[in-house]
């Protein structure tokens, strides 16, 4: 099992809400991602870190926003909340070391729902 | 379109069978990875196979890859009710000077007891 948990497994919440996903990992990984998954379909990056104080936008465009203020903490925030925002989030972490050596260490997920 | 395409997208097998799911990519990789998702969870990594190696073996998984073809397969024997969960290759390069890992759509195998 990866050291890497995601709070809320599950949100269903109404339109215009703020919302946080949080993100944890106790590996002591420079990288972290978000993934954006709908049910059946393939994950779409929407944001990453190579450590703290960085944060990038990832190859969809998505209105939600990222931080990183310590390494272990990578959470994701949508200021209003809409029923197009609903889909599965996925964060993930990998090795300093790079990609060519490693693998990427995924989250359970945290599944939004937006009424 | 999206780099890695799954083929095919869902398979339904009996338990003892053997799984085979193919991934077909466009550009040069680093190396490509398998991934597997039970339903609602997170992925876990399965197994990375590079640009310069051709087979790789994990228990019950064979990976192939054929750069020339642009493609792996990942071949999982004598399946189980267990292997029941979507599969998904990412296949890793370099765009631009960064770091690109692409996940394709998946394949859904189900495995009946």
């Known amino acids: 099992e990866a050291d890497i948990y995601q709070t809320p497994r599950y949100l269903v919440i109404g339109t215009g809400k703020k919302i946080t996903l949080e993100c944890s990992q106790t590996?002591?990984?420079?990288?972290m991602y978000w993934y954006q998954q709908d049910p059946g379909m393939e994950l779409h990056l929407i944001h990453y870190?190579?450590?703290?104080?960085?944060?990038e936008k990832g190859d969809l465009s998505s209105e939600s926003t990222v931080s990183r203020i310590r390494t272990e903490h990578f959470p994701l925030t949508l200021e209003s909340a809409r029923p197009s925002h609903t889909s599965q989030y996925l964060c993930?972490?990998?090795?300093?070391?790079?990609?060519?050596?490693?693998?990427?260490?995924f989250g359970e997920g945290s599944r939004l729902t937006v009424l | 379109s999206q780099q890695g395409e799954e083929d095919p997208q869902a398979l339904s097998i009996q338990e003892g069978e053997n799984a085979t799911m193919n991934c077909s990519y466009k550009t040069s990789i680093n190396n490509l990875q398998w991934y597997r998702q039970n339903s609602g969870r997170g992925l876990v990594h399965l197994i990375l196979i590079r640009s310069n190696e051709r087979e790789k073996h994990s228990g019950r998984l064979r990976v192939t890859l054929d750069t020339s073809k642009k493609s792996s397969s990942l071949l999982i024997t004598a399946s189980r009710a267990a292997d029941t969960a979507s599969y998904f290759c990412a296949t890793h390069f370099l765009l631009g000077g960064y770091n690109k890992l692409i996940f394709g759509a998946g394949t859904r195998l189900a495995v009946h007891p």
């Open positions: 993930a972490s990998s090795e300093t070391g790079g990609w060519s050596s490693g693998e990427l260490f």
């Open positions: 870190s190579y450590g703290v104080n960085s944060t």
């Open positions: 590996m002591g990984h420079d990288k």
